[in-house]
């Protein structure tokens, strides 16, 4: 089973009401399918029932498939959940496949989800996403034999909510990894913390946020709540640590006492928090947006390392960098 | 002991910053009464009050100990004050004035103004009858 190029967002292209575009590569051999599998003919036309539920897909398919150049099959919207419990048990949870798969599905799977979450007035159900994120993602995260440098090749870098919680996430786990951090030490709630380290931005206006144009003092200063609203949200939760609620207020301080919302310095910013700014700011300067291409790797790195200024924890920068360079 | 020398008696551990416009930041600026727009309008006040934490995030611990704080703005429904250590939002404390007047106070915002000392800003509760003779020594 091959997972790389199996599409994660639908495409104009493959777009069909009522059903949703699936990689090819993301059904296992000879596994009992928990859902209608469809396959387009027509483009003109909705796609037709190609493999009923509970029916399974052999080698001889996918050869079939394959020579037809097909690469995407589709399942009705209502199976969705059902698609993501199939990718779970059949790769998510399989040690043998190897980790940068898990993580490629582990995205797959839980886009709908977090979507679905994120768009709810209720924090309760991002927050539960983001316990089950954490923790799925450190037991791909935390195996020795983890290909770093396949895993990341396999990061999105378009600043989309979803794309940039997760990578958030991924990049905090990494950079934790590197010092040495394991499952006892926290690296699950780290790891979810940093999906819900944005959730103050649900309650300022996605126009304002998405703004291209350069923002007035007020509309900055809107902006700039967003951790104060998230704390607020969150802080009387009895299921988050700490460190996760500083990850949620303190992502935007600065360890030289420049950021906000209140100004901590250095190390009364919680190192949850640090670890967060680091994987935070790397992943939006990289990022590509709408009105811009993402920055190159050098400029990433110099205001990361600040020079002569220091806005970031030096140890956390140079954990980044080394996971980024292997 | 009067209520001033209850506040007295209480150390105070904020530093002002020492350069010219620190004593006039944030809650501590100057507030032309005939501008301000809030539903109760906000009196520039100086005077020092006692605060205790009530309750906050459960994952956070504060001593039981009375704080000493420079109360710089005040409203009938809030106030500005100056404190030696960040408080977060959401979080509750009792507050004494000089004149033994008693408020629950909720944190909304705070902000470093200096290496101890906070601008801190938020509501009271239960409104206050007489901002003006909650201030007075």
Redesign the interface.
Known sequence: MTIATAPSRPSSRNECSGFLPIGVDTITVSTELPFNLYLRVNPAAPPVLYRERHLAMESSDFDRLSEQDITTLYIQVADHVAYRDYLIETVLHNRDVPGPRRFHVLKIANRAVFRSAFGDRNPEKLVNFAAQYGDELADIVCDEDLAVGELLGLMEHDYYTYTHATNVSVLSVLIARELGMGVCDGIVPLGSGAVIHDIGKRQIAPALLNQQQPLSEEQRETIQQHPKFGFMELSGRRDLLWGQLMMVYQHHERWDGRGYPVGFVGEEIHPWARICAVADVYDAMISSRPYRRGLPANQVWEVLEGGSKQEFDREFVKALRSVVKE | MTFPEAIESVACEIVVPADPGGENRGSARVIDIDKDKRRFPRFPCRVDAILRYQS?????RRPREWMRIMVRNLSRCGMGFLHSE?V???ERMLIVFPRGIQRVFVAK?????GARC?DVGGEFSELLDNPTEAGLR
Request: proline share 20%; charged share 20%.
């Open positions: 906050g995030p459960p994952a956070l960040a977060f939002p959401g915002r705070c902000r470093r103004i906070f």
